[in-house]
Protein backbone atom coordinates (compact mmCIF):
# COMPACT_ATOMS: atom_id res chain seq x y z
CA UNK A 1 0.00 0.00 0.00
CA UNK A 2 2.69 2.50 0.35
CA UNK A 3 4.07 1.46 -2.43
CA UNK A 4 1.15 2.72 -4.18
CA UNK A 5 0.64 5.89 -2.22
CA UNK A 6 3.94 6.61 -3.28
CA UNK A 7 3.26 5.86 -6.95
CA UNK A 8 0.55 8.25 -6.76
CA UNK A 9 3.25 11.03 -5.63
CA UNK A 10 5.71 10.22 -8.40
CA UNK A 11 2.81 10.66 -10.85
CA UNK A 12 1.76 13.64 -9.90
CA UNK A 13 5.07 15.34 -9.74
CA UNK A 14 5.74 14.20 -13.20
CA UNK A 15 2.97 16.80 -15.05
CA UNK A 16 2.75 20.51 -14.43
CA UNK A 17 -0.92 20.49 -14.50
CA UNK A 18 -0.55 20.30 -10.32
CA UNK A 19 2.08 22.70 -9.63
CA UNK A 20 0.03 25.19 -11.71
CA UNK A 21 -2.67 24.77 -9.63
CA UNK A 22 -1.26 25.16 -6.64
CA UNK A 23 0.80 28.58 -7.98
CA UNK A 24 -2.85 29.62 -8.94
CA UNK A 25 -4.18 28.92 -5.93
CA UNK A 26 -1.34 31.14 -3.49
CA UNK A 27 -2.92 33.94 -6.24
CA UNK A 28 -6.19 33.18 -4.95
CA UNK A 29 -4.66 33.48 -1.42
CA UNK A 30 -2.76 37.17 -2.24
CA UNK A 31 -5.49 38.91 -4.28
CA UNK A 32 -8.79 37.26 -1.56
CA UNK A 33 -6.15 38.77 1.39
CA UNK A 34 -5.80 42.36 -0.29
CA UNK A 35 -8.89 42.79 -0.63
CA UNK A 36 -9.45 42.28 2.63
CA UNK A 37 -7.20 45.31 3.13
CA UNK A 38 -8.57 47.36 0.33
CA UNK A 39 -12.16 46.95 1.69
CA UNK A 40 -10.89 48.77 4.61
CA UNK A 41 -10.87 45.99 7.31
CA UNK A 42 -9.27 46.98 10.47
CA UNK A 43 -5.58 45.78 10.52
CA UNK A 44 -5.75 45.79 14.38
CA UNK A 45 -8.87 43.44 15.01
CA UNK A 46 -8.10 40.23 15.34
CA UNK A 47 -11.37 38.93 13.03
CA UNK A 48 -9.31 40.45 10.03
CA UNK A 49 -6.54 38.77 10.41
CA UNK A 50 -8.93 35.16 10.66
CA UNK A 51 -10.51 36.29 7.92
CA UNK A 52 -7.30 37.11 6.02
CA UNK A 53 -6.48 32.97 7.16
CA UNK A 54 -9.92 31.79 5.94
CA UNK A 55 -8.64 32.21 2.37
CA UNK A 56 -6.00 28.75 2.67
CA UNK A 57 -9.66 27.35 3.40
CA UNK A 58 -10.93 28.81 0.07
CA UNK A 59 -8.27 27.14 -1.73
CA UNK A 60 -9.70 23.78 -0.61
CA UNK A 61 -10.93 23.72 -4.38
CA UNK A 62 -7.93 23.27 -5.89
CA UNK A 63 -7.42 20.53 -3.31
CA UNK A 64 -10.37 19.28 -4.63
CA UNK A 65 -9.60 19.25 -8.54
CA UNK A 66 -6.25 17.65 -7.63
CA UNK A 67 -8.66 14.79 -6.17
CA UNK A 68 -10.76 14.68 -8.88
CA UNK A 69 -7.56 14.57 -11.73
CA UNK A 70 -6.11 11.97 -9.95
CA UNK A 71 -8.54 9.13 -11.47
CA UNK A 72 -10.84 10.82 -14.01
CA UNK A 73 -7.64 12.24 -15.56
CA UNK A 74 -6.20 8.77 -15.54
CA UNK A 75 -9.41 7.14 -17.69
CA UNK A 76 -9.34 10.95 -19.45
CA UNK A 77 -5.58 9.90 -20.63
CA UNK A 78 -6.24 6.44 -20.73
CA UNK A 79 -3.41 5.86 -17.72
CA UNK A 80 -5.77 3.78 -15.79
CA UNK A 81 -5.04 0.88 -18.08
CA UNK A 82 -1.32 0.66 -17.11
CA UNK A 83 -2.50 1.49 -13.53
CA UNK A 84 -5.02 -1.43 -13.53
CA UNK A 85 -2.96 -4.19 -15.35
CA UNK A 86 -0.10 -3.09 -12.06
CA UNK A 87 -2.67 -3.56 -9.45
CA UNK A 88 -5.99 -5.29 -11.14
CA UNK A 89 -7.42 -5.00 -7.15
CA UNK A 90 -8.86 -1.85 -8.15
CA UNK A 91 -10.20 -0.31 -3.91
CA UNK A 92 -6.67 -0.60 -3.11
CA UNK A 93 -5.86 1.43 -6.12
CA UNK A 94 -8.74 3.93 -4.78
CA UNK A 95 -7.96 3.40 -1.66
CA UNK A 96 -3.91 5.00 -2.14
CA UNK A 97 -5.33 7.87 -4.16
CA UNK A 98 -7.26 8.69 -1.16
CA UNK A 99 -4.26 8.85 1.19
CA UNK A 100 -2.15 10.25 -1.55
CA UNK A 101 -4.38 13.64 -2.20
CA UNK A 102 -5.78 13.97 0.83
CA UNK A 103 -1.92 14.32 2.16
CA UNK A 104 -1.47 16.64 -1.10
CA UNK A 105 -4.32 18.40 0.60
CA UNK A 106 -2.73 19.18 3.45
CA UNK A 107 0.65 20.19 1.51
CA UNK A 108 -1.31 22.71 -0.35
CA UNK A 109 -3.56 23.88 2.58
CA UNK A 110 0.70 24.74 4.84
CA UNK A 111 1.68 26.05 1.51
CA UNK A 112 -0.94 28.28 1.41
CA UNK A 113 -0.79 29.39 4.87
CA UNK A 114 2.29 30.35 4.54
CA UNK A 115 1.37 32.28 1.60
CA UNK A 116 -1.15 33.73 3.81
CA UNK A 117 0.89 34.19 6.51
CA UNK A 118 3.26 36.23 4.31
CA UNK A 119 0.73 38.36 2.28
CA UNK A 120 -0.72 39.13 5.89
CA UNK A 121 2.64 40.19 7.12
CA UNK A 122 3.36 42.64 4.46
CA UNK A 123 -0.02 44.26 4.73
CA UNK A 124 -0.01 44.80 8.58
CA UNK A 125 3.31 46.21 8.58
CA UNK A 126 1.97 49.05 5.77
CA UNK A 127 -0.90 49.50 7.38
CA UNK A 128 1.03 49.81 10.84
CA UNK A 129 -0.15 46.98 13.03
CA UNK A 130 1.60 44.37 13.93
CA UNK A 131 0.95 40.46 13.37
CA UNK A 132 0.06 38.76 16.79
CA UNK A 133 -0.33 34.69 16.00
CA UNK A 134 -0.98 34.44 19.76
CA UNK A 135 -4.23 36.10 19.59
CA UNK A 136 -7.42 33.99 20.05
CA UNK A 137 -8.46 31.93 17.36
CA UNK A 138 -6.02 32.59 14.62
CA UNK A 139 -4.26 28.91 14.87
CA UNK A 140 -7.98 27.59 14.77
CA UNK A 141 -8.91 29.36 11.34
CA UNK A 142 -5.39 28.20 10.01
CA UNK A 143 -5.65 24.32 11.43
CA UNK A 144 -8.96 24.24 10.12
CA UNK A 145 -8.33 25.60 7.09
CA UNK A 146 -5.64 23.48 6.29
CA UNK A 147 -8.21 20.26 7.31
CA UNK A 148 -10.44 21.33 4.78
CA UNK A 149 -8.16 20.88 2.40
CA UNK A 150 -7.21 17.37 3.58
CA UNK A 151 -10.68 16.31 3.52
CA UNK A 152 -10.88 18.29 -0.23
CA UNK A 153 -8.62 16.03 -1.45
CA UNK A 154 -10.49 13.07 -0.31
CA UNK A 155 -13.52 13.92 -1.59
CA UNK A 156 -12.25 14.61 -4.88
CA UNK A 157 -10.77 11.12 -5.17
CA UNK A 158 -14.17 10.27 -4.48
CA UNK A 159 -15.70 12.23 -6.68
CA UNK A 160 -13.54 11.58 -9.79
CA UNK A 161 -14.07 7.69 -9.18
CA UNK A 162 -17.46 7.99 -9.27
CA UNK A 163 -18.25 10.41 -12.57
CA UNK A 164 -14.70 8.98 -14.11
CA UNK A 165 -15.39 11.68 -17.13
CA UNK A 166 -12.49 14.46 -16.19
CA UNK A 167 -14.45 17.77 -17.88
CA UNK A 168 -17.92 16.72 -16.27
CA UNK A 169 -16.52 15.85 -12.77
CA UNK A 170 -14.57 19.14 -12.75
CA UNK A 171 -17.29 21.32 -14.26
CA UNK A 172 -20.09 19.65 -11.92
CA UNK A 173 -18.44 20.45 -8.82
CA UNK A 174 -17.90 23.83 -10.29
CA UNK A 175 -21.58 24.15 -10.95
CA UNK A 176 -22.18 22.52 -7.41
CA UNK A 177 -20.10 24.88 -5.51
CA UNK A 178 -21.01 28.37 -7.25
CA UNK A 179 -24.75 27.37 -8.35
CA UNK A 180 -26.68 24.41 -7.08
CA UNK A 181 -25.28 24.74 -3.14
CA UNK A 182 -26.28 28.12 -2.78
CA UNK A 183 -30.00 27.79 -4.48
CA UNK A 184 -30.44 24.14 -2.87
CA UNK A 185 -29.41 25.85 0.67
CA UNK A 186 -32.05 28.60 0.07
CA UNK A 187 -34.32 25.50 -0.48
CA UNK A 188 -33.66 23.42 2.69
CA UNK A 189 -33.32 25.99 5.12
CA UNK A 190 -30.54 24.98 8.27
CA UNK A 191 -30.46 21.64 6.80
CA UNK A 192 -28.12 23.06 3.93
CA UNK A 193 -25.23 23.53 7.06
CA UNK A 194 -24.79 19.88 6.22
CA UNK A 195 -24.09 20.04 2.26
CA UNK A 196 -19.65 20.08 1.87
CA UNK A 197 -19.24 23.38 0.72
CA UNK A 198 -20.59 24.47 3.53
CA UNK A 199 -19.64 21.86 5.96
CA UNK A 200 -15.96 23.02 4.20
CA UNK A 201 -16.75 26.39 5.22
CA UNK A 202 -17.72 25.67 8.93
CA UNK A 203 -14.03 24.45 9.27
CA UNK A 204 -13.00 28.27 9.12
CA UNK A 205 -14.33 28.89 12.29
CA UNK A 206 -15.33 32.03 11.84
CA UNK A 207 -18.74 33.28 13.67
CA UNK A 208 -21.56 33.30 10.90
CA UNK A 209 -24.23 35.61 12.41
CA UNK A 210 -27.93 34.32 11.00
CA UNK A 211 -26.77 31.52 9.27
CA UNK A 212 -26.56 27.93 10.69
CA UNK A 213 -23.01 26.29 10.85
CA UNK A 214 -21.94 23.28 12.09
CA UNK A 215 -18.91 23.17 14.17
CA UNK A 216 -15.44 23.07 12.88
CA UNK A 217 -14.82 19.81 14.19
CA UNK A 218 -18.26 18.31 12.82
CA UNK A 219 -17.39 20.27 9.77
CA UNK A 220 -14.54 18.27 9.29
CA UNK A 221 -16.64 15.03 10.11
CA UNK A 222 -19.24 15.47 7.48
CA UNK A 223 -16.81 16.07 4.98
CA UNK A 224 -14.85 12.86 6.19
CA UNK A 225 -18.36 10.93 5.74
CA UNK A 226 -18.87 12.31 2.33
CA UNK A 227 -15.55 11.31 0.94
CA UNK A 228 -16.27 7.81 2.48
CA UNK A 229 -19.37 7.83 0.52
CA UNK A 230 -18.32 8.57 -2.39
CA UNK A 231 -15.64 6.32 -2.39
CA UNK A 232 -17.63 3.73 -1.03
CA UNK A 233 -20.29 3.87 -4.19
CA UNK A 234 -17.77 4.45 -6.63
CA UNK A 235 -15.47 1.25 -5.39
CA UNK A 236 -18.70 -0.60 -5.72
CA UNK A 237 -20.05 0.56 -9.06
CA UNK A 238 -17.75 2.28 -11.17
CA UNK A 239 -14.41 1.32 -10.74
CA UNK A 240 -15.95 -2.20 -11.41
CA UNK A 241 -17.09 -1.51 -14.48
CA UNK A 242 -15.17 -2.31 -17.97
CA UNK A 243 -12.46 -0.58 -19.32
CA UNK A 244 -12.02 -0.24 -23.00
CA UNK B 1 5.36 -23.30 -18.20
CA UNK B 2 3.73 -19.91 -19.22
CA UNK B 3 0.78 -20.30 -21.05
CA UNK B 4 -2.73 -18.77 -22.07
CA UNK B 5 -5.76 -20.54 -21.71
CA UNK B 6 -8.53 -19.23 -22.83
CA UNK B 7 -12.65 -21.16 -22.00
CA UNK B 8 -15.58 -20.46 -23.71
CA UNK B 9 -14.85 -16.97 -23.57
CA UNK B 10 -18.60 -14.71 -23.91
CA UNK B 11 -18.99 -11.01 -23.80
CA UNK B 12 -21.86 -8.49 -24.21
CA UNK B 13 -22.47 -5.27 -24.49
CA UNK B 14 -25.93 -4.43 -23.90
CA UNK B 15 -27.88 -6.53 -26.26
CA UNK B 16 -24.47 -6.90 -28.58
CA UNK B 17 -22.59 -10.16 -28.21
CA UNK B 18 -19.25 -8.76 -29.39
CA UNK B 19 -17.18 -12.35 -27.97
CA UNK B 20 -19.32 -15.46 -28.38
CA UNK B 21 -18.03 -19.08 -26.42
CA UNK B 22 -14.09 -18.05 -27.81
CA UNK B 23 -11.75 -20.73 -27.05
CA UNK B 24 -8.00 -21.51 -27.64
CA UNK B 25 -4.78 -22.15 -26.09
CA UNK B 26 -0.99 -19.86 -26.69
CA UNK B 27 2.00 -22.10 -26.27
CA UNK B 28 5.46 -21.11 -25.07
CA UNK B 29 8.16 -20.32 -27.16
CA UNK B 30 6.29 -19.39 -30.85
CA UNK B 31 4.68 -16.67 -31.42
CA UNK B 32 0.79 -16.83 -32.29
CA UNK B 33 -0.84 -14.55 -34.25
CA UNK B 34 -4.67 -13.04 -33.02
CA UNK B 35 -6.33 -12.70 -36.45
CA UNK B 36 -9.83 -10.90 -37.59
CA UNK B 37 -11.13 -7.95 -39.13
CA UNK B 38 -12.03 -4.81 -37.59
CA UNK B 39 -14.63 -5.13 -34.59
CA UNK B 40 -14.40 -8.85 -35.03
CA UNK B 41 -13.36 -9.13 -30.94
CA UNK B 42 -9.90 -9.35 -30.67
CA UNK B 43 -9.40 -5.77 -28.41
CA UNK B 44 -12.08 -7.20 -26.09
CA UNK B 45 -10.92 -10.64 -25.66
CA UNK B 46 -7.60 -9.33 -25.24
CA UNK B 47 -8.73 -7.00 -22.23
CA UNK B 48 -10.62 -9.72 -20.93
CA UNK B 49 -8.15 -11.76 -20.56
CA UNK B 50 -6.04 -8.72 -19.42
CA UNK B 51 -8.94 -8.88 -16.42
CA UNK B 52 -9.75 -5.09 -17.38
CA UNK B 53 -13.29 -6.55 -19.07
CA UNK B 54 -15.01 -8.52 -16.89
CA UNK B 55 -16.37 -12.01 -19.15
CA UNK B 56 -20.17 -12.25 -19.83
CA UNK B 57 -19.29 -16.08 -19.50
CA UNK B 58 -16.31 -18.33 -19.67
CA UNK B 59 -12.88 -17.30 -18.06
CA UNK B 60 -9.07 -16.44 -19.20
CA UNK B 61 -6.08 -17.96 -17.22
CA UNK B 62 -2.51 -17.37 -16.93
CA UNK B 63 -0.25 -20.10 -15.99
CA UNK B 64 -3.72 -21.59 -15.34
CA UNK B 65 -4.58 -17.86 -12.68
CA UNK B 66 -6.64 -15.32 -14.02
CA UNK B 67 -5.06 -12.39 -14.21
CA UNK B 68 -5.82 -9.92 -11.81
CA UNK B 69 -4.61 -13.26 -9.18
CA UNK B 70 -1.32 -12.99 -10.50
CA UNK B 71 0.89 -12.09 -7.51
CA UNK B 72 2.98 -9.30 -9.76
CA UNK B 73 1.00 -9.56 -12.75
CA UNK B 74 3.73 -6.78 -14.83
CA UNK B 75 6.71 -9.28 -13.96
CA UNK B 76 4.57 -12.26 -15.66
CA UNK B 77 2.58 -10.24 -18.12
CA UNK B 78 3.62 -7.68 -20.56
CA UNK B 79 0.85 -6.04 -22.64
CA UNK B 80 0.49 -3.07 -25.36
CA UNK B 81 -2.98 -2.42 -25.69
CA UNK B 82 -3.17 1.26 -27.65
CA UNK B 83 -1.42 3.91 -28.06
CA UNK B 84 -3.24 6.72 -26.29
CA UNK B 85 -2.37 5.42 -22.80
CA UNK B 86 0.39 8.17 -21.88
CA UNK B 87 -0.21 11.05 -20.13
CA UNK B 88 0.67 13.62 -22.83
CA UNK B 89 2.63 16.27 -20.39
CA UNK B 90 4.59 13.17 -19.24
CA UNK B 91 7.80 12.34 -20.76
CA UNK B 92 8.50 8.87 -21.91
CA UNK B 93 11.46 8.51 -19.02
CA UNK B 94 8.94 8.94 -16.52
CA UNK B 95 6.14 7.64 -17.90
CA UNK B 96 8.46 4.13 -17.94
CA UNK B 97 9.79 5.24 -14.35
CA UNK B 98 6.49 5.05 -12.46
CA UNK B 99 5.58 1.83 -13.87
CA UNK B 100 8.67 0.08 -12.75
CA UNK B 101 8.33 2.29 -9.20
CA UNK B 102 5.14 -0.04 -9.17
CA UNK B 103 6.11 -2.69 -10.09
CA UNK B 104 9.35 -2.41 -7.57
CA UNK B 105 11.94 -2.48 -10.35
CA UNK B 106 15.27 -0.96 -10.11
CA UNK B 107 15.66 2.52 -12.46
CA UNK B 108 18.07 0.98 -14.11
CA UNK B 109 15.43 -1.15 -15.97
CA UNK B 110 14.38 1.80 -17.46
CA UNK B 111 17.32 2.77 -19.45
CA UNK B 112 17.38 -0.95 -20.53
CA UNK B 113 13.72 -0.98 -21.99
CA UNK B 114 14.53 2.10 -24.04
CA UNK B 115 18.09 0.82 -25.21
CA UNK B 116 16.00 -1.91 -26.48
CA UNK B 117 13.17 -0.24 -28.39
CA UNK B 118 15.50 2.45 -29.28
CA UNK B 119 13.36 5.41 -28.80
CA UNK B 120 16.82 7.51 -27.93
CA UNK B 121 17.09 11.25 -27.07
CA UNK B 122 12.94 11.46 -27.27
CA UNK B 123 12.74 9.21 -24.64
CA UNK B 124 13.46 12.74 -22.13
CA UNK B 125 10.46 15.14 -24.74
CA UNK B 126 7.01 15.02 -23.36
CA UNK B 127 4.75 12.44 -25.28
CA UNK B 128 2.44 15.07 -26.81
CA UNK B 129 5.73 15.46 -28.96
CA UNK B 130 5.58 12.00 -30.01
CA UNK B 131 4.60 10.73 -33.54
CA UNK B 132 2.06 7.28 -33.30
CA UNK B 133 5.24 4.80 -34.24
CA UNK B 134 6.86 6.47 -31.04
CA UNK B 135 4.23 5.92 -28.69
CA UNK B 136 3.91 2.56 -30.06
CA UNK B 137 7.65 2.06 -29.04
CA UNK B 138 7.20 3.69 -25.31
CA UNK B 139 4.14 1.23 -25.21
CA UNK B 140 6.40 -1.85 -26.09
CA UNK B 141 8.95 -0.26 -23.51
CA UNK B 142 6.48 -0.48 -21.03
CA UNK B 143 4.90 -3.91 -21.78
CA UNK B 144 8.95 -5.31 -21.62
CA UNK B 145 9.77 -3.44 -18.29
CA UNK B 146 9.17 -5.92 -15.65
CA UNK B 147 10.86 -8.92 -18.09
CA UNK B 148 7.70 -11.03 -18.60
CA UNK B 149 7.31 -14.30 -19.57
CA UNK B 150 3.88 -13.57 -21.23
CA UNK B 151 3.70 -10.90 -24.10
CA UNK B 152 0.08 -9.91 -25.25
CA UNK B 153 0.03 -6.83 -28.01
CA UNK B 154 -2.59 -5.56 -29.46
CA UNK B 155 -1.86 -4.22 -33.09
CA UNK B 156 1.99 -3.21 -31.94
CA UNK B 157 2.79 -2.62 -35.55
CA UNK B 158 0.49 0.11 -35.98
CA UNK B 159 1.80 3.39 -36.92
CA UNK B 160 5.54 2.04 -37.19
CA UNK B 161 7.16 2.60 -40.84
CA UNK B 162 8.53 -0.33 -43.04
CA UNK B 163 11.91 0.15 -40.99
CA UNK B 164 10.22 0.06 -37.39
CA UNK B 165 8.24 -3.64 -38.92
CA UNK B 166 11.12 -5.20 -39.57
CA UNK B 167 12.50 -3.79 -36.44
CA UNK B 168 9.47 -5.24 -34.36
CA UNK B 169 9.07 -8.87 -36.37
CA UNK B 170 12.93 -9.38 -35.25
CA UNK B 171 12.24 -8.06 -31.37
CA UNK B 172 9.10 -10.85 -31.63
CA UNK B 173 11.21 -13.59 -32.71
CA UNK B 174 13.99 -13.21 -30.55
CA UNK B 175 11.25 -12.34 -27.59
CA UNK B 176 9.98 -16.07 -28.45
CA UNK B 177 12.87 -17.79 -28.80
CA UNK B 178 13.60 -16.96 -25.66
CA UNK B 179 10.76 -19.16 -24.37
CA UNK B 180 8.21 -16.63 -24.16
CA UNK B 181 4.66 -16.74 -24.88
CA UNK B 182 4.25 -14.02 -27.47
CA UNK B 183 0.40 -13.47 -28.64
CA UNK B 184 -0.18 -10.10 -31.39
CA UNK B 185 -3.46 -9.11 -32.81
CA UNK B 186 -3.52 -7.52 -36.47
CA UNK B 187 -5.65 -7.20 -39.54
CA UNK B 188 -2.38 -6.94 -41.30
CA UNK B 189 -2.11 -10.10 -43.09
CA UNK B 190 1.23 -9.60 -45.02
CA UNK B 191 2.88 -8.72 -41.48
CA UNK B 192 2.01 -11.37 -39.83
CA UNK B 193 2.78 -14.36 -42.45
CA UNK B 194 6.45 -13.26 -41.88
CA UNK B 195 6.58 -13.41 -38.30
CA UNK B 196 4.13 -16.23 -36.82
CA UNK B 197 4.39 -19.71 -36.03
CA UNK B 198 0.45 -20.17 -34.90
CA UNK B 199 -2.97 -17.82 -35.74
CA UNK B 200 -5.84 -17.66 -33.88
CA UNK B 201 -8.74 -16.39 -36.16
CA UNK B 202 -12.04 -14.98 -35.43
CA UNK B 203 -15.06 -13.01 -36.75
CA UNK B 204 -17.97 -11.78 -35.38
CA UNK B 205 -16.86 -12.67 -32.24
CA UNK B 206 -16.60 -16.27 -33.21
CA UNK B 207 -13.58 -18.42 -33.47
CA UNK B 208 -12.75 -19.48 -36.92
CA UNK B 209 -9.47 -20.97 -36.67
CA UNK B 210 -6.79 -22.26 -34.35
CA UNK B 211 -3.76 -24.00 -35.36
CA UNK B 212 -0.45 -24.01 -36.73
CA UNK B 213 0.06 -21.32 -39.62
CA UNK B 214 1.05 -24.36 -42.17
CA UNK B 215 -2.55 -25.78 -41.46
CA UNK B 216 -4.23 -23.61 -42.77
CA UNK B 217 -6.51 -24.27 -46.08
CA UNK B 218 -5.87 -22.43 -49.22
CA UNK B 219 -2.75 -20.80 -51.41
CA UNK B 220 -1.58 -17.67 -48.84
CA UNK B 221 -2.65 -16.53 -45.65
CA UNK B 222 -4.87 -13.94 -47.39
CA UNK B 223 -6.97 -16.48 -49.14
CA UNK B 224 -7.54 -19.30 -45.55
CA UNK B 225 -8.53 -15.42 -43.74
CA UNK B 226 -11.06 -14.52 -46.30
CA UNK B 227 -12.26 -17.60 -46.69
CA UNK B 228 -12.65 -17.97 -42.91
CA UNK B 229 -13.51 -14.73 -42.45
CA UNK B 230 -16.54 -13.91 -45.25
CA UNK B 231 -19.84 -14.60 -44.68
CA UNK B 232 -20.41 -18.08 -42.64
CA UNK B 233 -20.39 -20.95 -45.77
CA UNK B 234 -20.12 -24.36 -45.55
CA UNK B 235 -16.66 -24.08 -46.52
CA UNK B 236 -15.53 -21.90 -44.08
CA UNK B 237 -17.60 -23.92 -41.53
CA UNK B 238 -16.11 -27.16 -42.67
CA UNK B 239 -12.27 -26.09 -42.57
CA UNK B 240 -13.10 -24.61 -38.42
CA UNK B 241 -14.30 -28.45 -37.74
CA UNK B 242 -11.33 -29.74 -39.82
CA UNK B 243 -8.92 -27.83 -37.25
CA UNK B 244 -10.97 -28.11 -34.36
CA UNK B 245 -10.40 -32.18 -35.42
CA UNK B 246 -6.77 -32.18 -35.79
CA UNK B 247 -5.81 -30.96 -32.53
Partial sequence: MTRLVHNEFFKLHTTRAPFLLVAIAQLVVVGGISGVFLMGKDPNDVATVRLGFSHVGIVAIFSLMLGIMAVAGEYRHKTITDTYLATPQRGRVVGAKVVAYATVGAGVGMVSAVTALATLAIWMNAKGASLDLGASGIWQTIVGCIVWNVCFGAVGVGVGALVRNLSGAVAGALVWIALVEGIVGQLVGDSARWLPFRAGGAMEGLPSPGVAQLSQVAGGLVLVAYAAAFVAVAVTTTIRRDVT | ?247
Fill in chain 2, 1 to 247: MATIAIDGLTKDFGKHRVVNGVGFTVPEGVITGFLGPNGAGKTTTLRMTLGLVTPTRGRALINGVPYARLAEPRRVVGALLEATGFHPGRSGRDHLRVLAHITGLPAGRVDEVLELVDLGPAADDRVRTYSLGMKQRLGLAAALLGDPEVLILDEPSNGLDPAGMAWLRDLLKKLAREGRTVLVSSHVLSEVQQTVDNVVIIQDGTLRYTGPLAGLPGESLEDAFLSLTAVPSPASKLAASQSAASK
